[in-house]
């Protein structure tokens, strides 16, 4: 468990960076967004190949934003969970390979379901 938490915070710090360097201004709540569906879509991941219950998927995404200092209403967009559904499908079976989230066509899909117009 304790090498599955190490990947995992090592691609939560990944995928912190991507919109960054994606999105040349960003503003607080887009970066909000992003990051939570990215914290959704690994989760799920996790969750889809047996590593995590329901209980702990919720337990974890709820941390890792309050940790962030991000309200947990963000969670509730829908926008954010279409994206997490995104992330997690595009993730497949590596659930820390953070360089498809890097991948030109996932990102202007993810611009379109934000309604980011950049």
């Given at each position: 468990m304790t090498r599955i938490l190490k990947k995992y915070f090592a691609f939560l710090a990944i995928i912190q960076i991507f919109p960054v360097i994606a999105v040349p201004v960003m503003t607080d709540a887009m970066r909000e967004e992003a990051y939570a569906a990215s914290v959704i879509g690994a989760n799920l991941c996790y969750l889809k190949k047996g590593r995590l219950d329901e209980k702990t998927f919720v337990l974890n995404v709820e941390k890792v934003?309050?940790?962030k200092g991000y309200s947990l209403e963000v969670l509730n967009k829908d926008e954010v969970q279409k994206v997490g559904?995104?992330?997690a499908k595009k993730l497949g079976?590596?659930?820390t390979n953070g360089k498809v989230l890097q991948n030109e066509d996932f990102l202007f899909e993810m611009f379109k379901i934000f309604n980011?117009?950049?």
């Open positions: 934003i309050k940790d559904k995104l992330v079976n590596d659930c980011w117009n950049i």
